[in-house]
């Protein structure tokens, strides 16, 4: 992408490259933030790695075209492992659950459908077939339109049922995890997971770190809203998202917030498109995004937000 190799050139130029090498615990005011592994010094050969968040407890980095992550959360307890979101394919969610072995030899036994799309899982066919799901209702019924829909030898597992209400709590021997429903956001059956001991709380893809907000199947105005009720779940200090890096406590949650007023923004720039009585073709193509024009996605996801909260905007939006 043109864009992030300019910000790749720029940040060498400037030296962040060795800042972020050398110094991985940095305060938060030297971290680089950006999602693109290059500028923050990181090497793609990195990648698949663990980010270690709590004992027994792992955030998961794999590369995704085009550069920037896709995490996974995993937490390891007495009684077998909690996945929450897998990979977009199959060997890379079996290179995932390769990896998970080198750190326990328990079985995963329970996946969390934090985000349905098939860049967390198109691969959910390599997980163990007696696996627990846990999937908000939404999620469970866009599951089996897409297994409908699937061609091609692609296979899309549809869980055996939805999870009823909006949080349940899992025991999985030592840890508890709780699994929240704080609303719609990027497609409409977002879950969570909080692990209330170690303070931590994986949002899955209602959280896209220094990735354009990705709206095809989302709830522009909602997703501000949920994001601000992620942001008051007690006791968390630190929040992992679905795409971009896993951050330290306190950058994590001031990049939340600047991902929440990106999604306003976006919003606000729409609606002052509308606003001028342009087409929502013209709109498109004088949508100025400011600094947001340079995060990942920008260019392909630009167009698909101005429709999609245009059609919020109309009330079109169901
Ligand atoms: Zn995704």
Do not use: C
Request: net charge positive.
């Amino acid at each position: 992408m043109r864009l992030s190799s300019r910000l790749r050139h720029t940040s060498a130029t400037l030296g962040l490259v060795a800042i972020a090498t050398l110094v991985p615990s940095a305060p938060a005011h030297a971290q680089v933030r950006t999602a693109d592994p290059a500028a923050r010094g990181i090497p793609l050969s990195a990648f698949p790695r663990f980010v270690k968040l709590a004992d027994n407890v792992y955030g998961y980095e794999e590369i995704r075209q085009p550069g920037f992550t896709t995490v996974s959360l995993v937490v390891i307890g007495r009684n077998g492992v909690l996945v929450a979101d897998a990979q977009g394919s199959v060997e890379a969610t079996r290179t995932m659950l390769e990896r998970i072995r080198t750190l326990t030899p328990l079985p995963v036994k329970w996946y969390v459908v934090g985000s349905d799309h098939g860049d967390h899982t198109a691969g959910n066919s390599e997980l163990p077939k007696d696996i627990t799901y846990i999937v908000h209702p939404t999620s469970f019924a866009q599951l089996k339109r897409d297994s409908a829909a699937a061609t091609g030898g692609r296979v899309v597992v549809v869980p055996p049922r939805a999870m009823t209400g909006t949080e349940e709590t899992i025991d999985v021997g030592g840890t508890t995890v709780k699994v929240l429903f704080l609303g719609r956001a990027h497609t409409g059956g977002d879950l969570m997971v909080q692990l209330p001991r170690e303070r931590l709380l994986f949002m899955s893809e209602a959280y896209l770190n220094r990735v354009f907000p990705a709206m095809r199947s989302a709830y522009p105005s909602e997703w501000a809203k949920t994001i601000d009720a992620a942001l008051a779940v007690p006791n968390v200090t630190r929040y992992i998202p679905g795409h971009g890096f896993i951050e330290e406590a306190a950058v994590s949650r001031e990049e939340l917030v600047t991902f929440r007023d990106a999604i306003t923004r976006v919003i606000a720039e729409v609606k002052r498109l509308k606003g001028l009585g342009l087409t929502v073709d013209d709109a498109i193509k004088q949508a100025n995004w400011g600094d947001l024009g340079g995060w990942f996605l920008a260019s392909q996801q630009g167009p698909i937000a101005v429709r999609r909260v245009w059609a919020e905007l109309d009330g079109t939006l169901k």
